[in-house]
């Protein structure tokens, strides 16, 4: 079987790492150029892009997208790694709380915000990654970084008694979240327990959208089991993906040879800051262009299969 150039759509079930999905798409698809655009934690579950073969190429742009979440924040406990899986530090009674003042501290942290990433997350410090530092007990502190909140919604909330806690009470809040690339959805339950006093953490975590792609057009990996024994991988083809994801200029016969050669040619129009997908009259795609200067330059050049 040879599974055609594009992305898979992949559902991650819960107790999976990115990399756990990778392999097992590597298996499924019969080909070791498979990577994803973003990483899931493993407690998460939902939309996680693949790249397969020549679309490998297409992830370093698709990272950006932004995304949507849904979530449910756990007001009154704060945890080691801003989520479930993490040891409780801190705990406080919840009973002071109203949904006013929840209200209020969701509305500051939408819109633009600088957030500091959780220290136990993959960014690179020094050449080592955070959530290893932190392991090796090590004192992490990441710089924060400009991101947007577009959308912060609270669906439903509700308190319970947490067993185990001397009768205290926690505050759950299901939320739907869309958010910059780069936005930390952990951080985003630590930072509204804070605003609050009472310590937050993230109890589950499911992204439904990355960029175009909705997790309703995503597949199980069972479900990829099943199309990869039928020889129908359901791979999003190339070009179509590029088509769905970015700009896109059609270029002539001869531009699209200098292009293919890594030449520039004129941008139309110039200025743009997203890259743009650059196809052939024959409906190929041929590069990701760089059209931010008067002369487009190509940031990946896609090689025609089979060439």
Known sequence: MTTPDGLLIVDKPAGWTSHDVVARCRRLCGTRKVGHAGTLDPMATGVLVL???????LL????GADKTYTATIRLGQSTITDDAQGEI???HDVAGLTAKAVGRAVA???????????????????GQRSYARVRAGQDVVLPARPVTVSRFDILDQRTSTVPGQQGDRVWDLDVTVDVSSGTYIRALA???GAALGVGGHLTSLRRTRVGRFEVDSAYSLTELEIASEADAMPVVALSDAARASF???ELTTPEAIAVGYGQRIPSQPAGRSQPVAAFAPEGHLVA???????LAKAHVVFTPSGS
């Open 51 to 57: 790249g397969i073969n020549r679309a490998t190429k």
């Open 288 to 294: 990701m262009l760089d059209e931010s200067g008067t």
């Open 247 to 249: 700009a896109v200029r």
């Open 108 to 126: 500051g942290l939408t819109g633009e915000i600088a957030q500091v990433p959780s220290s136990v997350s993959a960014i690179k410090v020094d």
């Open 190 to 192: 630590r930072d509204l």
């Open 60 to 63: 370093t742009f698709l990272v």
């Open 89 to 91: 530090i801190t705990s």
